[in-house]
């Protein structure tokens, strides 16, 4: 039986409003990502993510979904969708989408309804709407606070100044994200119709949005703890048991399908055996391994990392997927270029310290040829195969993440990691669109990264992800076993059927085995010896 393709896929995502923009208006749109799919194919990816692009008032970049079945037309139309799925399909690309079930806009349908109706109502249990606590519920229902900063409730004439004053809704993201009621047999209906209209339309799978969270503890308890959902961390709002129902739900809905079509978890859970639960045969296909994305930079810590995620991965006989960049955190060449690399993954501002980016890319350019020589899955976010680095000197009024807003100024927020794209040095905004609009600035640096500088540059970084992509899939280390190799403290060290992967972090150069091939080094090696923050791939056999 052929191998179901989400095992070993290397997976691109990409984000819409930065991709690229084929109208003008600043924004990356549908039509736009079509023209550049062949790109993709010259890369070598198995397929692409595509973060949200369905109707939404963007308060949180497309997170915060008004209608799950129409496009925004800021990206286009239902149309484009199809052109952009079928484009995909013939140049051997799948497509996944993001689902957004957690919460839906203030602007959905449902929501507004929910507001201009009575407390106890069908409309309104929909959503977590609840009585206030003090004398006249004027305190909110409990203590959670907003991942963006602030309370998790907002009472409702906030929202639309009815005068009912009475009930508070919940949103663990932006005021302006309700968390839907996943106790609700018509909000689990609704989002079946809604996995099925996208099934249909070809996707190849869904990558699902805090997947941990859709389901609460009884009772809403009060939490003292802290509750930053990118730490993994536990509580009565984060991987309640009763999540799984769902994903058993959806699992047998995408089985009525034909061509292996997957779900991926976003889910930040607090260790791997709680993850691989949602990796049950039963259940979804894959995971993010957050984990590696945010492992500092320590050989100890990496081998530690890969062994516990694989081990736990393979006792339900799910793959373990790779990760080392997303839209919600510092890009890695940034992230390896702080004092203490990999330390944290917050986004940066000026006021911040600013990283040593020629070190941090040489640790990132080491840190993917790891990871694509890891059996499993990989991910690879736009921009990271030109190496760019995170904006860190963002202007604050350009800033549009609600975690700036929310936390009162305190947090830069993501904005950093999502910059637009940078195609052609000497084009306007960097070739993102046609006439130099774009919804936020590139840095300076980005042109001498942008693609056309460097597709068939030797020892660019995109050529290095070319590279170790086509060689990946030539001998199939996707679907290989691990082996671990004992080489020195510093030196993360495995081999993957013929191929020995060796990286050498933050430790002294050390030599290569005698008599084996050089097949690909993050960092020219000419005396036989491993540099220190780099990675080689050898031919043993
Ligand atoms: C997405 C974020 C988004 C949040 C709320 C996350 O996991 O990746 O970009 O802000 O969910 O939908």
């Known amino acids: 039986m052929a191998v179901e393709w989400w095992r070993d896929a290397v997976i691109y995502q990409i984000y819409p409003r930065s991709f690229a923009d084929s109208t003008g208006d600043g924004y990356g749109d549908l039509p736009g990502i079509v023209e550049r799919l062949p790109y993709l194919r010259q890369l070598g990816v198995d397929a692409v993510w595509l973060s949200p692009f369905y109707l939404s008032p963007m308060a949180d970049a497309g997170y915060d979904v008004a209608d799950y079945l129409t496009v ?62 003090g004398e006249g519920g004027e305190l909110p229902p409990n203590n959670w606070k907003s991942i963006f900063g602030g309370p998790a409730w907002t009472r409702i004439d906030d929202a639309d100044g009815t005068g009912d004053r009475t009930q508070w809704y919940l949103h663990l993201f932006d005021v302006k994200q309700p968390d839907l009621n996943w106790d609700n047999e018509e909000v689990r209906q609704h989002f079946d ?20 969270s859709l389901v609460k503890a009884d009772g809403l308890p009060d939490w003292d703890e802290e509750q930053a959902m990118l730490d993994g961390l536990v509580g009565p709002m984060w991987d309640q048991d009763g999540v799984h129902d ?80 997303n839209h919600d955190v510092l890009r890695s060449v940034s992230r390896f270029g702080l004092t203490d690399p990999g330390s944290s993954h917050e986004g ?32 690879v976010y736009q921009g990271e195969e030109l190496g760019l680095p995170e904006h860190t000197t963002l202007p604050d009024e350009l800033r549009q993440d609600p975690t700036w807003f929310r936390s009162g100024f305190t947090r830069v927020g993501r904005d950093g ?18 006439n130099g609009a ?3 600035p590139q840095p300076d640096a980005y042109a001498e990264l942008a693609v056309d500088q460097q597709v068939g540059e030797d020892g660019s970084t995109w050529e290095l992800y070319r590279s170790a992509l086509a060689l990946r899939k030539e001998l199939a280390l996707g679907r290989g076993t691990l082996e671990w190799v004992d ?28 008599g084996c091939e050089v097949l690909l080094s993050s960092t020219p090696i000419d005396d036989g010896m491993l540099p220190t923050d780099a990675s080689v791939w050898l031919r043993t056999s």
Not at 493 to 506: E, S
């Open 193 to 212: 119709d809604v996995l099925r209209f996208w099934l249909d339309l070809g996707v190849d799978g869904f990558r699902v949005d805090v997947a941990h």
């Open 417 to 434: 990691c999502r910059i637009p794209m940078a195609w052609e040095a000497a084009e306007p905004a960097l070739g993102f669109s046609p």
């Open 72 to 133: 925004d037309p800021l990206f286009g139309d239902l149309a484009d969708a199809q052109r952009l799925i079928e484009r995909a399909h013939e140049l051997d690309l799948r497509v996944i989408v993001d689902l957004v079930p957690n919460h839906t806009s203030d602007e959905h349908k449902w929501f507004r309804q929910a507001l201009v109706s009575e407390p106890g109502s069908v409309e309104r249990a929909r959503y977590h709407f609840v009585d206030g606590r």
């Open 348 to 379: 940066l501002g000026s006021e911040d310290e600013q990283p040593d980016n020629e070190a941090g890319l040489r640790r990132a350019r080491a840190a993917a040829l790891m990871m694509l020589g890891l059996p499993g899955s990989a991910y």
């Open 246 to 325: 769902v994903y058993r739900r959806w699992r047998k809905i995408l089985d009525e399908y034909d061509g292996d079509r997957s779900l991926v978890a976003e889910a930040w859970v607090a260790d791997p055996e709680r993850l691989a639960l949602y990796l049950r045969p039963d259940e979804m296909h894959t995971a993010f391994n957050f984990e590696f994305l945010d492992c500092r930079w320590d050989a100890a810590e990496y081998r530690e990392i890969i062994a516990s995620t694989m081990a736990a991965d393979e006792a339900v006989g799910a793959p373990t997927t790779w990760v080392l960049n």
């Open 487 to 514: 080489v020195a403290d510093d030196v993360v060290a495995f081999d993957n059927g013929p191929v020995r992967v060796l990286t050498n972090v933050l430790g002294s150069p050390v030599a290569l085995p005698e």
């Open 438 to 440: 774009r919804w936020l």
